[in-house]
């Protein structure tokens, strides 16, 4: 197969796009593309400052390294969770190695230094999740950004969620008819009430073209999945959607332009729910809950039980 644009061989074939290209002019196609997407649903622009939430995975880095050679002004942040297994140990050496080869700043909050436990640790101890540590992950992620991000003076929180991660959601949303859910699912979060505006680039992009731009490309990046993503809804719908999409190329795809049209035109309006969020009186983050919010009851607990063993010890 040739490349559509210069008739060398084509290193990747989309067959989504109806689209071969090689190297090198696969190196040029997907930042237009991601461009295209930042523009078009007015994400943020050069004049602002924006901090890149990165893992160590394909998505954050590869999208990181995009914004980077677009010119956009960047900066990471990586949270050490203290997975098992290696795992965030080598998630934040293959984001320092990044970073340092680029010149650029990357912010690391350290969940274990800063608070005094690991995620692994913290949902044993609060006791939440079923066994599972990603309630509490999922809690303490997003509450780190968003307090990094808007004490670092940034206008904007990107993450590297991509067409799969996205489609996947809005499967299992659209299985259990979750008005409240659809209603909010979109490429950018507009800011409020204490909440830092969220986009996601690559929320049209296919997890298969960003590891197609990593590999050509020479981004280092961690293979594995993190241990706890084993046996999870999101694995299960990700198999569904791409079985229909090896029958159907363009599927997923098409699942989700459809979805944001009927949005626009106000298929979820009444879904809309509108949540007063107030300051924590603890940490001072946005919170729905009257007092202190839930990542400080949480690590509330953390000290308490800390405290406990020290006196029986
Ligand atoms: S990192 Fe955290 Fe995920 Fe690991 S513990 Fe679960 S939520 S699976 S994206
Ligand atoms: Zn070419
Ligand atoms: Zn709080």
Redesign the pocket.
Known sequence: MKCKKCDTTAVINMRQHKLALCGEHYLEWLPEQVERFIEKYRMFTRDEKVLMAVSGGKDSLGLWDILHRLGYHTEGLYIGLGIEQNYSDESRRLSEQFAAARGLTLHIVDVEDEFGATIPELSVISNRGHGKPCSVCGLNKRYIMNRAALEGGFDALVTGHNLDDEVAVLMQNTFNWAGGYLARQAPVLPAHDGLIRKVKPLCRIYEREMTAYCLVRGIEYIYEECPHAEGSTTIYYKEILNRMEGDRPGAKLQFYISFLQAKESGLFANAEQHVELHP?E????P?SAPG??S??RMWEKVKLAKKTVTMLG
């Not at 603890?282 to 983050?285: E, S």
């Open positions: 924590c603890r940490c001072g983050q919170t202190d919010c990542w400080c």
